[in-house]
């Protein structure tokens, strides 16, 4: 796996007027079955918002740190099948990747699907990779969606930093995602100052407390996605140009780098 660099900031003490919750208390709210949507914000607006939540939101807290670090590893066919049925908006939509949780240095192997706005997950324990698929995953790829994991390739690797906030009586996820970079056959793009928050929900509520304190419409955001139309400019893009000028007005335009590959 293509590991990338912390960037460190001060993200985490803005959530230090939250009470904490443990690993094994959040479990309580797995929603490997939900509704997901996503608002984009400048990360400047996060301490307001997180300051209205105090009452009806925890914060992760895991070996003494309430923002956790991520790296995603995303495989795809060499022609980016995934990446283009979402670009298409075909209604059945798949996503594979291998999650390691920096703080526990933890490894998963997730297939996520989507059908229709609504979003399943499973995965199992596994450790980092190189260029395929480790063999109990790939079997596990299989079993759930009937495709060749041979046909998969490495297309993407993206790091960030969330603070995990779960609703008090654990019926509701929020995630906040800042420090975005993606990197693709030895490009890299950052996404300065910019905040991803997904909420996470059985149906889609947006009068809940975290929605409203957001204050954002919401947006359809794919990190897989938008990592690669920010690295490979060779690919269909067009879907995703009302998402590139919302964050033109956010001031969080990518910003590109060659690096090694």
Do not use: W
Not at 68 to 94: C, M, W
Not at 149 to 157: D, E, G, H, K, Y
Request: aromatic share 8%; proline share 5%.
């Amino acid at each position: 796996m293509e590991l990338l660099t912390r960037h460190p900031d001060q993200i985490e003490a803005l959530a230090a007027g939250l009470e904490p919750v443990s690993l094994p208390e959040l479990d309580r709210a797995q929603l490997h079955d939900r509704i997901e949507s996503k608002v984009i914000v400048s990360q400047a607006d996060l301490p307001t918002a997180l300051e209205r939540l105090s009452k009806n939101y925890l914060v992760l807290e895991h070996q003494g740190a309430r923002r956790q670090g991520y790296g995603n590893q995303y495989f795809d066919s060499a022609g980016l099948r995934n990446y283009h049925q979402h670009h298409n908006q075909v209604g059945r939509r798949l996503k594979v990747r291998y999650r390691n949780y920096e703080n526990s240095d933890l490894t998963y192997f997730e297939v996520k699907r989507s059908q229709h706005g609504r979003t399943t997950k499973d995965r199992r324990r596994s450790e980092l990779v190189g260029d395929r698929l480790l063999a109990p995953d790939a079997a596990f790829f299989f079993k759930r969606t009937g495709l060749r994991p041979s046909a998969l390739v490495p297309s993407l690797a993206v790091r960030y930093d969330r603070i995990l906030l779960v609703k008090r009586d654990f019926t509701e996820r929020v995630t906040i995602d800042t420090n975005v970079t993606f990197r693709r056959k030895g490009i890299e793009a950052r996404l300065p100052g910019l905040a991803i928050v997904e909420f996470k929900q059985p149906r889609l509520d947006r009068q809940s407390p975290a929605f409203e304190a957001m204050g954002a419409r919401p947006q359809m955001f794919s990190k897989y996605c938008m990592g690669i139309a920010s690295c490979d400019h060779s690919v269909r893009r067009n879907r995703f140009k009302k998402v590139f000028r919302v964050l033109d007005t956010l001031d969080a335009s990518p910003i590109t780098r060659m690096v090694a590959a």
